[in-house]
């Protein structure tokens, strides 16, 4: 595959860029530096072919007359696998930025630091005794926990597990936040599962239904999965859900894998932009500053964020195959609004 670097017209011609960095995410080990080739106009190449590594990602840093260059690169034909019984929501950290360089982002506009783009690249907020950083680390966290309750389309994950032996509560992930409603099916039988259902709901079919049904309900009660009434024995059950998790640190290469930043190189799953406009807000804020128009510009910017990561096709009244049907229109009581 190939990747293309622009360093810019003036660094057109001799010499080489040349590498820094060029790593493996998984276990951080070094990987073959592949050969740089020039185009034109201060444009250079590299070719990677994926099938001769077993890498399924790689960050590199590359330079060329003091312009540093950085990236991480996702193969396209991995997918990579989430936690042990979930499937990661996020496969490739295109897009995204590190702890570090946002804070220095935020700093800087907020006028606590003063970094060019080169410094903000490298710069580590850990590593700063500013109680003005500190505050900007710990809005980070705070920013990130709100952004997973309105932009979590990117962040959602699959859990299965087999039923056995008549039991009735499942310990869901430890990143479960809240199931995505209508994903709760029987895969054997091929047939949703009835729920959520309420606690009135729970104990009338506990007194009234002492053994398996065909359409099983459920109930979240906490991070488990409750059937008020025994399922069968053997079934696949799946459900999709809302993981906590969206921050990837530098070492993962399973995808997200924790609720808060620890680290610079902590990889954030929300778009950069965003991420800075949410720490601006809560910084100004603390600060007793005038707030308007930053929250105006940090509303519509998530209001793009949310269409980026959880749009959907238009569905047809019309009806039809995975359109609006009985999978996608709620029962009303057969007449009772």
């Not at 409750?226 to 999709?240: M, Q």
């Not at 399973?254 to 610079?264: L, N, Q, V």
Request: aromatic fraction near 10%.
């Amino acid at each position: 595959m190939r990747y293309v670097l622009d360093f810019g017209s003036a660094q057109a011609g001799a010499p080489t860029p040349t590498w820094s960095l060029f790593i493996r995410l998984d276990t951080l080990a070094a990987v073959a530096q592949p050969t740089i080739h020039e185009i034109s106009g201060g444009q250079w190449y590299f070719d990677l072919d994926w099938s001769l590594t077993t890498a399924t990602s790689i960050t590199f840093k590359v330079t060329k007359g003091g312009i540093e260059l950085s990236d991480t690169l996702s193969s396209p034909d991995v997918e990579l696998p989430g936690a042990t019984t979930a499937s990661a929501g996020v496969s490739s950290l295109v897009g995204y930025s590190q702890v570090g360089p946002l804070i220095a982002r935020a700093g800087t506009q907020v006028g606590v630091l003063n970094l060019n783009p080169v410094d903000q690249a490298t710069y580590d907020p850990f590593a700063a005794t500013d109680p003005n950083v500190v505050q900007l680390l710990e809005f980070l966290n705070v920013v990130g926990e709100d952004l997973v309750s309105k932009a979590n389309g990117h962040l959602r994950r699959e859990v299965t597990f087999v039923t056995a032996a008549s039991q009735t509560s499942w310990a869901l992930p430890a990143d479960f936040v809240s199931v995505i409603g209508d994903t709760a099916w029987d895969r054997t039988g091929v047939s949703p599962l009835y729920g959520s259902v309420s606690g009135q709901q729970t104990a009338a079919l506990k007194g009234y239904i002492s053994t398996p049904i065909t359409n099983i309900p459920y109930r979240i009660q906490g991070n488990r999965l409750v059937f008020p009434v025994a399922p069968p024995d053997g079934l696949t059950i799946a459900l999709e859900y809302v993981s906590e998790y969206w921050i990837q640190t530098a070492a993962s290469g399973t995808g997200p894998d924790a609720d808060h930043a620890t680290a610079s190189t902590d990889y954030v799953l929300f778009d950069p932009t965003l991420v800075v406009m949410g720490l601006k807000c809560r910084f100004l804020e603390a600060k007793g500053k005038d707030t308007s128009l930053a929250y105006t510009a940090f509303a519509d910017r998530l209001e793009w964020f949310q269409g980026k990561v959880g749009g959907s096709r238009t569905l047809s009244m019309s009806g039809g195959d995975s359109q609006m049907g009985e999978f996608n229109i709620p029962d009303t009581g057969y007449g009772i609004p």
